[in-house]
Nanobody
Framework: QVQLVESGGGWVQPGGSLRLSCTAS????????MYWVRQAPGKGLEWVSA????????YYADSVKGRFTISRDNAKNTMYLQMNSLKPEDTALYYC???????????????WGQGTQVTVSS
């Protein structure tokens, strides 16, 4: 049974930091590209970041570039998103997702987690 489980969300003040984790099971993690996708209240899915199978190549949406860092540990079947300098507009439900191929279209991703809420406010 495939599972992606996110953790690490919460409330933080503007300028603060959070580290999200996504732990995978039920598939060969190291074969899959991994993604972070978010959905703000009342808005559609927004692709945030991607990392290739070996963790060498990373990609970011312009809205988070320079503030967020994606990484993965294939030995632990886990992906991370370090979020710094958080802004109120980063408030969203953050999902991890996976796919065998590289694509910035979230609707094409094979597997999804349940999401973890990130709220940035003073």
């Amino acid at each position: 049974q495939v599972q992606l489980v996110e953790s690490g969300g919460g409330w933080v003040q503007p300028g603060g930091s959070l580290r999200l984790s996504c732990t995978a099971s039920g598939f060969t993690f190291s074969n899959y590209w991994m993604y972070w996708v978010r959905q703000a209240p009342g808005k559609g899915l927004e692709w945030v970041s991607a990392i290739n199978t070996v963790g060498v190549n990373t990609y970011y949406a312009d809205s988070v570039k320079g503030r967020f860092t994606i990484s993965r540990d294939n030995a632990k079947n886990t992906m991370y998103l370090q979020m710094n300098s958080l802004k109120p507009e980063d408030t969203a439900l953050y999902y991890c997702a996976s796919d065998l191929v590289a694509t910035v279209h979230p609707t094409e991703y094979d597997y999804w987690g349940q999401g973890t809420q990130v709220t940035v406010s003073s």
